[in-house]
């Protein structure tokens, strides 16, 4: 599994004017509804009720919120920047500006925590995490993040 299996390029949002964690998982729900067609109320308690679990803030500006959805057949993902770091409760405390969410199946536990691990992997990077913040165009951010991850395979 690649990044690019799970991200398409309209998938990106480089500039989400997001100024709350609540705000931002709206942002990405209804981008999952333009994208994947689908259906953005449930994605967004979907995301709310993962967050109530724990925070998905990993650190270093950076959050992987996720869900298990029953309407879906394989791992998708989105990606913001946002244009204002915001707390999403990261293990570090400190804000978070860019937010890659995954969404799989309900009963592809495996595929899922193989999507975290590269989703992780990749925005680890400190790197790769530069370049997405050094520019807002999203077909730029869509190529560092799927060539970044192909770099590192090679």
């Avoid at 990106?12 to 729900?29: E, G, I, N, P």
């Avoid at 959805?69 to 990261?90: C, H, K, M, Q, Y």
Wanted: hydrophobic share 45%; glycine share 4%; with cysteine.
């Amino acid at each position: 599994m690649e990044l690019i299996d799970i991200l398409l390029p309209d998938a990106v949002l480089a500039s989400a004017k997001a100024t709350s964690k609540k705000r931002a998982l709206q942002d990405a729900s209804l981008l999952a509804e333009k994208v994947y067609q689908l259906p953005s109320k449930e994605i967004l308690i979907a995301l709310q009720e993962r967050e109530t679990l724990g925070p998905t803030g990993m650190g270093q500006g950076v959050a992987i919120p996720h869900a298990r959805l029953p309407e879906i057949d394989r791992v998708w993902g989105l990606f913001l920047r946002l244009d204002t770091p915001v707390d999403f409760n990261a293990v570090d405390r400190q804000p978070v500006d860019l937010v890659f969410v995954l969404f799989a199946p309900k009963g592809a536990v495996a595929d899922h925590l193989k999507a975290l691990a590269l989703v992780s992997r990749t925005l680890r990077d400190a790197a790769i995490c530069a370049k997405i913040r050094s520019t807002d165009d999203p077909s730029a951010i869509y190529s560092i993040l799927t060539d970044g991850q192909k770099a590192k395979a090679a």
